[in-house]
């Protein structure tokens, strides 16, 4: 019994270890955000700042002529809150036709929207923006929106957990009138909301951190997202680390917000898809 208990406390020292290696450079970031220019480069560097100060956030929003972070910012959130809206939408329809709807080929074309998602994205990237300059939304947001509305990792998420709801469900519904819609709209996405929380988050995040189709499909500086401008913001600025920094703080913390809030979601929404297959 003792040795059990001696291996579980060495696990838990080693994930605490891996916990801390993880976490360290964004502890660093912070701190660092929080330092005057000084101490930064003090030649005996702490994890806490002996002078606490907001001049970094202050010069960060001071420059706004040059480097519009509250735009880029703004730009961000927005682009990521329709992106995700539109990918849930698009996604969760196509993963109910192709779990609950009979047509012919149904099970051909679900195999060829997943076989897409080993096609890297750089091989697709010059036709699509081709495809869309011809349509003439270079430089648009919905240019930077559209490309990323079809994902074939949502469609397979969705569709295997939808593939779980017990099928008893959804004919009590058309026994009682309901119509395809109704059933989907009422009965299905509420059964659904773990695998939706998770596609969610995670679309969110990847929309967030997306720099190279934002970069190539915009050149008007106040249609650039957080980090696209961020990298021109450290181009222009590596030498003063606390403004890097507390640039580097504003892009990342609302994607931690994100993931504390939603992490229980997103444990319960991918334990709980393909469990059946």
Not at 14 to 36: Q, R
Not at 82 to 94: H, I, K, M
Not at 203 to 209: E, I, V, Y
Request: proline fraction near 5%; avoid cysteine.
């Amino acid at each position: 019994m003792t040795r059990v208990r001696n291996n579980h406390l060495f696990w838990q020292l080693v994930l605490l270890g891996l916990a801390l290696v993880m976490v360290a450079p964004v502890v660093w970031m912070l701190s660092t955000s929080f330092k005057p220019e000084g101490e930064v480069m003090s030649a005996t560097p702490r994890w806490l700042p002996q002078t606490f100060t907001l001049d970094n956030y202050e010069k960060l929003l001071t420059r706004s002529e040059d480097f519009p972070v509250v735009r880029w910012f703004l730009n961000s959130v927005g682009i990521s809150l329709v992106t995700t809206f539109l990918v849930l939408f698009v996604t969760s329809t196509a993963a109910f036709a192709f779990s609950r709807l009979h047509f012919k080929g149904r099970d051909v074309m679900f195999m060829v929207v997943v076989a897409t998602m080993i096609i890297p994205a750089q091989v697709t990237l010059i036709p699509v923006f081709l495809i869309v300059q011809k349509l003439g939304l270079f430089n648009t947001y919905a240019g930077i929106i559209i490309p990323g509305l079809a994902s074939a990792f949502g469609v397979f998420l969705l569709r295997q957990f939808f593939s779980d709801i017990p099928v008893e469900l959804e004919e009590a519904a058309y026994l009682d009138g309901a119509s395809v819609f109704t059933v989907f709209g009422r009965v299905i996405l509420p059964l659904a909301k773990p695998a939706l929380a998770t596609l969610a988050i995670f679309t969110f995040m990847g929309s967030w951190n997306d720099f190279v189709w934002p970069l190539i499909i915009t050149n008007d500086r106040d249609l650039r997202t957080l980090p696209v401008g961020l990298s021109i913001f450290q181009g222009r600025y590596q030498t003063e680390y606390g403004i890097t920094m507390a640039a580097a703080a504003v892009s990342t913390i609302p994607m931690i917000l994100a993931f504390l809030l939603f992490q229980k979601r997103i444990t319960e929404g991918i334990a709980l898809t393909g469990l059946k297959g």
